[in-house]
């Protein structure tokens, strides 16, 4: 992927690092629970035709740093940050698209006050995304040095991929090796979306919102979406037919097509 590095310091003094390019009005890319900014290469030259596009990797992976004591609301204020650098820089608010954990960060975000201009949402999780049950086995798995195995419960039993989908991810290239980033991260992000309220972020945002559910995820994203498109001030639920958690990889056009029709509706 090809671009400009930088960073800013988010909460608690962490460096988060970004990756920029293109030209056009601001684009911010935040990316899920096994991402990092490679995760959005099957996206990026694209958007970046019509954008000047901003991926971050979320603290605790690739170029950003991160603290010992974790809290999701550290998230928030992250993306804000990086929000907040953007906007200065063209001076007005700023596009978002999240994936997954990132879209349940960047929706805390614009509770908080990010300088969001429309955001677009890719199937945000929650406490009905990870029982109890099933974060305390998969943190222990990871505790015992069973990544590999812990990762496989998430895809096969949490995202509903298939297990082909789950070699392709653990056979992912050196730049982009995942297992490192379930290591350091997965157990604190599962505990925490057990207690996120979604619902209670919603309603304090007015921001324009599009959320994307694909019709074969699991239930619990249908059931999480719908549940934030109820709440959500001003919101546009669209589905991709015969797709779930990872269309952005399957079926990078139209989930471009998506974004650039709902960024570009003024």
Known sequence: MEGTRHSVIGADDVSIGLLTTGHGPALLLVHGGMGRIEQWE??????????????MDRRGRGTSGDTGLYAIEKEFDDIAAVATRLAEEQGTPVDVF??????????????????????????????????REWVDRATALVSDGKTGRAMFSFITEIVGLSAERFE???????AY???PIVAETFPREADALTHVDLPGLAVDVATPVLLLLGTVSPRWAGEITRALAAR??????VTLPDHGHDAI???PDLIINELCRFFDND
């Open 177 to 179: 090796d995942v297992l």
């Open 232 to 237: 959500l001030t001003a919101v546009e639920l």
């Open 98 to 131: 999240a994936h997954s954990y990132g879209a349940t960060c960047t929706l805390g975000a614009a509770a908080h006050g990010a300088p969001f201009r429309r955001i677009a949402l890719y199937e945000p999780p929650g406490p009905q995304t990870v029982p």
């Open 168 to 174: 392709e991810y653990r056979n992912a290239p050196g």
């Open 249 to 251: 990889d399957m079926v």
């Open 42 to 55: 099957p996206v990026w030259s694209a958007l970046a035709e019509h954008r000047r596009v901003t991926a």
